[in-house]
């Protein structure tokens, strides 16, 4: 009986490790990487405008501001977000110099700002540019406002 059960139990481990031999064979094809094609490239920049676009409309509606104000604040909000991509794309000896800088174009990007709108408004252009900015939540308002009409 012993043995029996031995035997069986070599069996399966057997059978256990020679699938897994075949199985890591079957893993070694090469993935091959391609670069991007030029059309690809213009479809990603296109669909990144296309959500920076809805991402900012979507924080404008949070805001208490007028029209005329909001234009402003989306045209300071763009400048802010190419700008922090410019930076982005420059080269820095060190982390800390990229993180200076952008610590630096938060602090003095806005303050233009500071005296047309109100410190509301201020307070929640500042919790956006630090990422804190809930897009999810203002999508449901708007559903449900969709559905009360």
Request: proline share 1%.
């Amino acid at each position: 009986m012993r043995k029996t059960i031995l035997l069986i139990f070599t069996i399966l481990l057997g059978l256990n490790i020679n699938a897994q031999r075949q199985g890591n064979n079957r893993s070694n094809i090469p993935q091959t990487n391609r670069e991007p094609s030029e059309q690809e490239i213009a479809k990603y920049e296109r669909e990144a405008e296309e959500r920076k676009e809805e991402y900012i409309a979507n924080f404008l509606t949070t805001l208490e501001a007028d029209d005329f104000q909001k234009q402003i604040i989306k045209l300071s909000i763009n400048s802010f977000f190419e700008e922090k991509i410019a930076i982005f794309k420059t080269r820095f000896e060190h982390s800390l110099d990229r993180k200076a800088a952008i610590q630096n174009l938060e602090d003095t990007h806005f303050s233009e700002l500071e005296e047309l709108i109100s410190e509301d408004d201020m307070a929640k252009i500042k919790e956006m540019i630090s990422g804190k900015f809930d897009e999810k939540e203002v999508a449901k308002k708007k559903r449900k406002r969709k559905k009360r009409n």
